[in-house]
């Protein structure tokens, strides 16, 4: 399988060399790199002079662990690999059953906490099997007086555009939502880029957003490919659109490889 669409295949090998060599990547995990039993983060040392350790979670469980100490045999929550992805060894993440994450603390005012009017990439490969939410990415759902200021950043499937579909969020504030907006579909504190194709199950696709702030522009991937669509949010394009503290929120990591890098 190539990383890229339209390539030749590559070996596992090849491909995460191709990615960890990117010039300006911050972080790139593909769930095999270790240090201290963590997976941890290829990185551009021009760029980042840091790795970013991942520690698995389940929702209700405030302990992070190590894939050797994970300790949840449930159904919902086992530990599963797929082998047959881009990189070699994938980790099945379910809906907050299981999932992998940076802490807060290992990552504020680092390279990973891109704040401002930085642009930014973000490309995740995954083979979705189930119900589609939030596969990467800095995002939490908490209200203005929470994050307001803050950057945050995700890839999500199965929002406004389709059930199948994929979309690019990057909060203008930091908040999810605006407090002084009741208009429906409206009051979410995004620049916002959607692609309306169907992702079929059990299938490896490459998803991916980018951020110019030249243009205030989000553009949202399939494959490498982008479709043209245009739309401005009556309220996101009138109120803050280009505040610029950063963010103070922490990142997730979808099925397999995900980085995320600056432009230098």
Not at 22 to 51: H, I, M, N, Q
Not at 112 to 124: E, H, M, N, R, W
Not at 151 to 167: D, E, K, N, V
Not at 173 to 189: K, L, V
């Amino acid at each position: 399988m190539s990383v890229f669409a339209g390539e030749p295949p590559l070996s596992h090998e090849a491909c995460i060399a191709r990615v960890a060599s990117t010039t300006g990547l911050v972080a790139f995990w593909d769930f095999t790199l270790k240090r201290d039993g963590l997976w941890t983060s290829y990185r551009d040392p021009e760029a980042c002079d840091r790795e970013y350790p991942l520690a698995l979670r389940r929702i209700g469980d405030p302990k992070r662990y190590s894939p050797d100490i994970w300790p949840y045999q449930d159904e919902p929550s086992k530990l599963t690999y797929d082998t047959s992805g881009p990189f070699g060894n994938a980790v099945q993440m379910n809906q907050g059953y299981l999932f992998a994450a940076v802490p807060r603390e290992a990552f504020d005012r680092t390279p990973l906490d891109i704040g401002g009017q930085a642009p930014l990439t973000i490309v995740a490969w995954v083979k979705l099997t189930s119900q589609r939410h939030f596969v990467a990415g800095i995002w939490d759902e908490g209200g203005w007086t929470k994050y307001s200021g803050g950057r945050q950043y995700a890839l999500f499937t199965g929002l406004g555009a389709g059930p199948r579909s994929s979309q690019g969020h990057v909060s203008t504030t930091g908040a999810a939502t605006f407090p002084q907006s009741n208009r429906p579909g409206a009051q979410y504190c995004r620049e916002q880029a959607a692609d309306g194709r169907d992702i079929p199950d059990g299938v490896w696709v490459a998803l991916a957003m980018t951020r110019d702030p030249n243009r205030a522009e989000v553009r949202m991937f399939l494959n490498g490919v982008a479709t043209p669509r245009s739309h401005v949010d009556e309220i996101a394009g009138n109120v803050a659109l280009r505040k610029t503290l950063p963010s103070p929120n922490g990142i997730a990591s979808p099925r397999t490889g995900c980085y995320i890098f600056r432009h230098v």
